[in-house]
């Protein structure tokens, strides 16, 4: 009675799931496990993984499943683990890293090969996986992420403070310079898709960051966040969320939450004090900010915005490109 508690017990922890080996080291005998899977008790769910019947059917047990059955070590990785952290959808398949030399003959899962440093692992939801830091760096680094996406992963990573920018530009530029070949040119991506937050003030949300990009993707210069407007007496009338001070320019994403109907008096007496200051204000939603959309781009052609007359960089080692015209 007591192994079979002690069995249960782990199993509890492990969203219904539990492997043989530590059937056995709750005192189980391999008879005794040979009843429970004959009777239903348990459910064989790989090789010597089992799951106790009754256990509700999840993602998170199959991403345990997938942890048990590989060896030693097995952690859930990639987009399993971006998933665990409610960056992504949960894969068909859940990804998963085990150590370079060690066998990787399980089913159930799509496997990795990668060692891991010092902080490079947690537990989520109960679950060994990668921290988000080294999440993203190997999503881009596999192709995983990569374009609008590889955007959203990073700016919602870094917008929810699951860690520091300074850090995930620390582990991208490591990774970049071991890389070699593809994987490096993937790298180089996500390393341009950090630019944004190398310095300033962080943006407060995914669309802010989105929204610097496409400007520097047309050919303005850097904006700024949060930019301060104040009027003579030295008064702060405004906040913009993004702006080029240079040319008093300011950009405003109107999200539902921020700038619905209830919003609407306050936000047209702001804009009235921000453009007797001299200043544009730019109102910009999340429409705007879909690929196939042309209308802020547009909108910015009849403002007769100077473009930027510096260079813009690409990939590292590779020759600079001018803005576009």
Do not use: N
């Amino acid at each position: 009675m007591d192994a079979d508690q002690g069995a249960t017990r782990t199993a509890a922890r492990q969203w219904g799931a539990l492997s043989r080996a530590q059937a056995v080291k709750a005192g189980l005998t391999p008879h005794q496990i040979a009843y429970r899977l004959e009777t239903g008790r348990w459910r064989p769910a790989a090789r010597e993984v089992y799951v106790v019947a009754g256990a509700p059917d999840c993602r998170e047990q199959k991403v345990m499943i997938a942890c048990l059955a590989g060896p030693p070590g097995t952690t859930a990785s990639h987009l399993t683990a971006a998933a665990l952290f409610g960056l992504a959808r949960f894969p068909a398949v859940p990804q998963v890293t085990i150590a370079p030399k060690a066998s990787g003959r399980f089913q159930g899962a799509d496997v990795f090969r990668g060692r891991f440093g010092p902080g490079e692992t947690c537990i989520r939801r109960r679950i060994p996986c990668t921290t988000p830091t080294r999440t993203i760096v190997d999503c881009a680094a596999a192709g995983l992420a990569d374009g609008e996406f590889l955007w959203d992963l990073v700016d919602s990573a870094l917008c929810r403070k699951l860690m520091q920018p300074s850090r995930l530009l620390r582990a991208g530029g490591r990774a970049w310079a071991a890389a070699r070949g593809p994987r490096r040119a993937r790298l180089e991506r996500l390393e341009r898709t950090l630019d944004v937050w190398r310095s300033g003030a962080p943006a407060g949300s995914p669309p802010e960051a989105r929204l610097q990009r496409k400007l520097a993707e047309w050919g303005y210069p850097p904006a700024d966040r949060q930019v301060e407007v104040f009027d003579g007496s030295g008064k702060l009338v405004a906040r913009a969320d993004v702006g080029i001070r240079a040319w008093k320019v300011l950009f405003e994403y109107d999200s539902d939450e921020h700038h619905g109907p209830r919003c609407w008096l306050a936000d047209d007496d702001r804009k009235d004090s921000i453009e007797a200051l001299g200043y544009r204000l730019v109102p910009v939603d999340r429409f705007d900010l879909r690929p196939s959309s042309t209308r802020l781009r547009d909108l910015l052609e009849t403002l007769s915005l100077p473009r930027s007359v510096g260079i813009i960089p690409t990939e590292r080692g590779s020759e600079p490109r001018r803005p576009a015209a």
